[in-house]
């Protein structure tokens, strides 16, 4: 991975429980968690031939709507992670590509819990305005419904052990 020596602030990495990422000491708050991707959890290697020699091809940044629980209560949070691009060395390949995260979809700036949160509130009857509350307005009425319907959509085409809650719920809501 990367030279760049980076100080961990266990506490608030423990706190957030996202294997994936590391929080940054002396940066941020109770609200606001600096990341980097954990070099043990997140695999780079390059999407299109697999090779695993590649070269950092420069920094990107993005926000995350996140949500923790602390002492016993959900806390909103922003995750901001800043990661490498790289690009593959492999001969004939030059692929650019940036590393997966399991932690969000790659088009989604809210964490799959917080969209699996979602889902659960709009199964006990919560309007998506009062979800949006919830979330202390960090996002609009319209993008709690997209999210909901977003991670529906990816939770029915999941066959693992991490969706059977959501099978669950399913068979619930259709048993009558
Ligand atoms: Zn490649």
Redesign the pocket.
């Known amino acids: 991975m990367g030279s760049k020596i980076y100080k961990i602030d266990v506490r608030r990495t423990k706190e957030l429980k996202l294997p994936e990422l590391l929080v940054l000491a002396d940066r941020g708050d109770r609200e606001h968690f600096y990341c980097v991707p954990n070099p043990e959890k997140v695999r780079v290697s390059?999407p299109?031939?697999?090779?695993t020699s590649v070269r950092i091809q420069g920094i990107l940044h993005r926000n995350y709507l996140d949500a923790i629980l602390r002492e016993d209560e959900s806390a909103i949070i922003t995750v901001s992670l800043e990661f490498n691009k790289y690009r593959?060395t492999?001969p004939d390949?030059?692929?650019v590509f940036q590393p997966q995260f399991s932690f969000a979809a790659p088009y989604m700036r809210t964490t799959r819990r917080v969209a699996d949160a979602i889902i659960k509130m709009v199964d006990v009857g919560m309007p998506y305005s009062e979800i949006a509350e919830e979330l202390k307005k960090r996002i609009s009425r319209q993008a709690v419904g997209q999210i909901y319907h977003r991670r529906v959509k990816e939770l029915e085409d999941d066959t693992s052990e991490e969706a059977a809650w959501f099978r669950e719920l399913m068979r619930k809501k259709f048993r009558g």
Do not use: E, P, S
């Open positions: 390059c299109h031939c697999g090779d593959c492999a390949c030059g692929c």
